[in-house]
DNA sequence: GACGTTTTAGACAATGGTGTCTAGTTTGAC
DNA sequence: GTCAAACTAGACACCATTGTCTAAAACGTC
């Protein structure tokens, strides 16, 4: 799986580092290969020397950021505790971590950005990063919740759609910060997941929803 | 408010119609003008005669995109019933009106991505998407929950955050579809309506969350 | 049908980026 | 210190793009 090129030789890191930068904040077309030779303190053909051409050195990085963010990602989800005797807090902490170090952070920001614009130029690179890479998360979580709701702290009946709405809530309240390449502060972080939890508790500790009719609680309450 | 040039001429709108197309396909830096000359069935100088340069083309652009929208958003947002009394129904069919025509048709999926890969560049024209455009629509959401909950058929605290919730769920089963630039079908905004709206009431038609303990519905309903 | 406006096709200079090449310099291993 | 490998600086050909300019053609309005 770690098939990274990195640690050959310092001068791979910097390269490797300066043109994430540069690519993530211009788009491929709007890169040119002097910028991030100078960003990277190295000279032109240096870059040339490891990378054969331009395509090749994004697509070396795209696959370096895969690879960390990869690593990061199954990191941060064995950190939920096998005993959860105070769900929220557990949710909420957990939730924190997720977006500090994988869905915010330098490498997130990239990824996110990366795949909305190149996506469709590179369908090859962005199918293993939505199968193989960080856009399986979805699935990863799923598994988390399966075990939540096997030990009967949740009631869930599809794993992945209520991974997907967890994520989707966590990110509800970052995504206006992120979106201008903001970093949101770790207040922030604490709210938005702080929020997203109790709402994802609220709709599913009830009872699981085949199990009652349709009509949700308000008939039955009022 | 519709400060737009179109109707100007035939031309115009054809110019802008074709630079949308290649902008959101390409990227600023990624997009010649001859492309959308081409696109546009009109002669490189005609684009030159109508906007002095590249640049300005593109605030055209993004100015007529984000009227359209925004036209578009309220026109949507003013038709959900003033009785509701199959809330469900109501809030599902709602909200794939919603995607449908703002969320996931080729104006959101312009400003998405431009917003996203450009953001930075453009603050001006992003601040205006931000607090009069299509990017207000948490907001206007919110007076309907707002309504929604004075009626006592959802109990919310905070209506921005509820109604950033609701989209961030509607979301949530279409971001893989629209990532790639796909576009969803109808069976597929169905589903993903359905699927949000199930979780936004059963998170939201509970006991308020400060007046009740924290363990909702399932308490009240068994 | 005449006239002014708009559009067209193409040539054009200027710019900036890619990728190659060369000659000289640094670096590290032994 | 020697030698090979890696790196640097700069020049270079090549190409695409921007934005201007010109002369001819199409259009529409009276």
Same mark, same amino acid.
């Given at each position: 799986m770690g098939h990274t090129q990195r640690g050959q030789c310092a001068k791979r890191i910097s390269i490797l580092d300066a043109a994430a930068e540069v690519f993530c904040r211009e788009g491929f077309s709007g890169t040119s290969i002097d910028e991030i030779a100078v960003e990277a303190g190295v000279s032109r053909q240096t870059i040339y020397n490891h990378y054969r051409e331009k395509e090749t050195l994004f697509t070396a990085v795209v696959e370096d950021v895969m690879d960390r963010a990869n690593a990061m990602l199954y990191s941060i989800l064995s950190?939920?505790?096998?005993?959860?005797?105070r769900l929220e807090d557990d949710l909420t902490a957990f939730a924190v971590r997720l977006t500090k170090n994988c869905l915010c952070n330098q490498d997130g920001k990239f990824l996110r950005k990366l795949v909305q614009s190149e996506g469709e130029r590179y369908p090859h690179l962005f199918e293993t990063w939505r199968?193989?890479? $960080?856009?399986k998360i979805g699935t990863a979580l799923g598994a988390l919740f399966a075990r939540l709701s096997h030990k009967g702290v949740l009631r869930i009946d599809d794993f992945d759609l209520a991974a997907r709405q967890f994520l989707a809530l966590v990110n509800a309240d970052l995504q206006m910060i992120t979106l201008f390449g903001g970093t949101p502060t770790d207040e922030e972080l604490e709210n938005a997941a702080r929020n997203a939890v109790q709402t994802f508790i609220r709709a599913y500790s009830g009872t699981a929803s085949e199990t009652a009719?349709?009509? $949700?609680a308000l008939a039955v309450v009022s």
């Open positions: 950190t939920f505790p096998d005993k959860s005797d199968q193989h890479g $960080p856009g009719p349709r009509t $949700p």
